[in-house]
């Protein structure tokens, strides 16, 4: 009987304690709640410090320092804090759950984070957030579907291509050529004709960083595309893997007097490596200027084109060629006296 009395005492102090932990931790949360409205997070930090070196293990508590965290987009803070919230409650869903928080300061944040940490059991509520109402919330969740490089995510990054934010629609460009799943290269290639310089410059990258001998029929066939820009950049994808079938748009390129980027169609004639493309690469060189004439010049010798040999060497030598040009025409000459290395040697 006394023993039983002094259970029941005993489960009772217990419980009394539990209600007065409890009320002083939302009493904390509350308080600290508060702070973080006002944007006094220096203060904010500082209760919550308090609170945890009594309880340093309290999961609620340090939940509060996350969104904390969170809130005043101290993203590698947010990390350190979820990992040791992680420590006392594995696997604690706060940052996936804050990517559907009312703040969008903290779904920017957590969606960074998420990203950082490769958390792989967020993707699908960043697919989710993928179409949040807020832009910047939108640019931070297609950053983190880049890094987290899951193709689960590839229908809508292809669907944020029409996003009508640039920087979304760049971002999105990018995190596709992260991935590496060839099926958003039709897409992209749409993506050419954006009104954004940015837009336009990851939309090629992507293109040439999504080629590959899986998916060179969609490039094949952009070859005869009526778009003169998405038939230079289907040319110059096929190439940068060995497809010469690239080779007629690209000579036919390069020779015209306004080629838009001859640069890197003149890197994408030399991996192909076809003599076919030396009349062009000669023209360019007495033709061009700057750094089209230098590239043109750095071909040849990796061509070893023996005949343009005298007109480099007189351009060397010429007082009116700039220093750019002259160091190509050096470097060009050292290079014709070297063995040919064919495409398929390494």
Request: glycine share 2%; aromatic share 4%; net charge positive.
């Amino acid at each position: 009987m006394l023993l039983g009395k002094i259970r029941l005492s005993l489960i009772t102090c217990l419980a009394v304690a539990l209600i007065l932990s409890c009320g002083k931790e939302n009493e904390v949360i509350k308080e600290v709640d508060a702070l973080m409205e006002g944007r006094n997070y220096k203060q904010a930090l500082e209760r919550l410090r308090r609170a945890l070196k009594e309880d340093p293990k309290n999961p609620k508590l340090l939940r509060q320092q996350v969104l904390l965290f969170l809130k005043s987009e101290q993203v590698n803070y947010s990390m350190a804090a979820y990992e040791k919230l992680h420590k006392a409650k594995p696997n604690h869903p706060v940052l996936i759950n804050a990517l559907s928080n009312n703040d969008p300061v903290i779904r920017v944040t957590s969606a960074k984070a998420l990203g950082l940490m490769r958390r792989q059991d967020s993707i699908d509520a960043l697919i989710k957030a993928a179409k949040d109402s807020d832009k910047s919330v939108r640019q931070a969740v297609v950053l983190a579907l880049g890094d987290l490089k899951n193709k689960k995510a590839v229908t809508v990054l292809i669907e944020t291509l029409k996003d009508p934010d640039w920087f979304v629609r760049a971002e999105a460009a990018q995190a596709l050529s992260k991935i590496g799943d060839s099926q958003a290269a039709e897409e992209l290639f749409a993506l050419l004709k954006d009104e954004d310089v940015y837009v336009r410059k990851n939309a090629r990258k992507a293109l040439q960083d999504l080629a590959n001998e899986e998916n060179k029929k969609t490039y094949i066939e952009a070859l005869t595309h009526d778009d003169d820009e998405v038939r230079l950049m289907a040319a110059i994808s096929l190439a940068n893997i060995g497809d010469a079938s690239s080779l007629s748009v690209l000579v036919e390129e390069l020779d015209s007097s306004d080629s838009a980027d001859p640069i890197d169609v003149i890197r994408a004639l030399v991996k192909l490596r076809d003599k076919q493309a030396l009349p062009a690469l000669r023209k360019t060189m007495k033709e061009a200027d700057g750094e089209a004439k230098a590239y043109a010049i750095l071909a040849l010798g990796e061509f070893r084109d023996k005949e343009s040999t005298s007109a480099i060497k007189k351009l060397s030598q010429s007082s009116s060629t700039t220093r750019e040009v002259k160091m190509a025409c050096l470097m060009a000459l050292k290079r014709m006296n070297q063995p040919m290395r064919l495409p398929d040697e390494k």
